[in-house]
Every structure is written in structure tokens, then in C-alpha cells.
């Protein structure tokens, strides 16, 4: 069974995650960091593209305490398990998300990345294979539920989210609209990739809910996948 996959990003009023020099920016505020960390705490496993590792550098920890003590009494580790999709393999052996927090680390990369790479790698993450010129999400998926991780948080970037819509594999969305225009065409946005050409290619929402927190507002989505998860 595939993990369900819910999919949280910040973004500017005009759809913007970061700069067109991909700089981060901090849209949201501490309330909304604090709801971001406790449905991390809640997952299972937490997700980025490897864009995401090279430009913030993450560590992809639980922050809370509270939340930290609440996974410890549930009998599971500190930290959800990271997982970094990296095709090439090319993450730095010294990225935070290998070494911050105790917990198990994951990188998925395909057939094409080198094989020294992958073995420096295993010296701190599992390695999965999955496709051969780049990470097949779909594969991915059915070895990540193999694993036994069965709720499963995505935090970007926009490439790894506009493949894993475009696929159908996604469950339900978090959007958290800042106060603020980034503009720029070339800024990336919460789905990036190709786009769809066709109306019957969108991926269509319902709004579970929505929420103003700070300056902000937060909406819940739920997608309407045709095709059942397998």
C-alpha cells in the first residue's frame, strides 16, 4: 500500500515559493511554523527534492519539544524519516538532513546516479533505486510503503510536487497564503514542471477548509484523484 501523502508549501499571495534566485523567503509566521511542526510530528516520513536540500539546506527536524516528547511516548523516533528525492545522486555527503536530529534517513535516486556516490551515501541513508534516468514517483512510492510508512509529508520544491500531482499521488494539500508579491516569472511556484495543456489534465481540489492565521491564510485542500491508490 502507498503511503498517503499530504503535501504542505508557503507561498506569496501571487503563487511564489522563493525568489527567481530560488532565495529563500519567510512567508509564513510562528503560528503557522508551529502548525507546519506538528504535522510533521504526525507523519510518518517527511519529503524534499533534492533542489530544496541544495538551496536551504534543511534538516527536516521535529522542533517541538512537546511534539518530540509526544513521538517518544508513541514509541517511534524523535524524527519522522527524511527522505531526499535525488535522481543524480548529488546531495553533499555534509547536508544537514543527513546528520541534525537522530532518525532514519532515505535518499531515492535512479539507475543514472553514480554508483561511488551511492556508496558514500549509505554511510549515513538508505538507499533506494527507483527508475532508471530519473526517480520513477510512482515506483518510489510502492518500495516507500513496503518500508511500512503509510502517512507521508511533502515539503517541496516545486518540481518534486508537480510530478507527484502529476501522477496521482497525492491525497490532500496545505496552502498558506502569505501577505506579500514575490513576482517574477521565472520565481518558482508551488507546482512547477511542464503544466497541463489540457482542462481535463487539472488536477481538481475540494476545500476542506480554511483558516487566517496571522497576516495569512491557510487553505486545506483534499485532491480528487479519478484513479484509486493502489
Known sequence: MRPYVVVNVAMSADGKI????????????????????????????????IGTVLAD?????VKSEECRTHRRNRG???????????????????ASILHKGAGKRIVVTSHRADPKKI??????ATVIIAGEDEVDLTAMMDKLG????????????????AGLI???????IYTYIGNMIIGGKNAPTFVDGNGCILESEFCRLTL???????????????????????
Request: no cysteine; hydrophobic share 35%.
Open 57 to 61: 539546506d534543511p534538516s527536516l527536524t
Open 146 to 161: 513496503e518500508t511500512g510508512i503509510q502517512r507521508l509529508m511533502v515539503e517541496g520544491g516545486g518540481t518534486l510536487i
Open 18 to 49: 522563493s525568489t527567481r534566485e530560488r532565495r529563500q523567503v519567510k512567508i509564513s509566521g510562528a503560528q503557522d511554523f508551529v502548525r507546519v511542526d506538528r504535522l510533521k510530528a504526525g507523519s510518518e516520513a517527511v519529503m524534499v527534492g
Open 119 to 124: 556508496a558514500a551515501l549509505q554511510q549515513y
Open 76 to 94: 517511534v523516533d524523535e524524527h519522522p524519516v527524511r527522505i531526499v528525492v535525488d535522481s543524480r545522486a548529488r546531495i553533499p555527503p555534509e
Open 166 to 172: 502529476s501522477a496521482g499521488l497525492v491525497d490532500e
Open 208 to 230: 476542506i477548509e480554511t483558516h487566517r492565521i496571522e497576516n495569512g491564510v491557510l487553505l486545506h485542500w483534499k485532491v480528487v484523484n479519478p484513479e484509486k491508490k493502489k
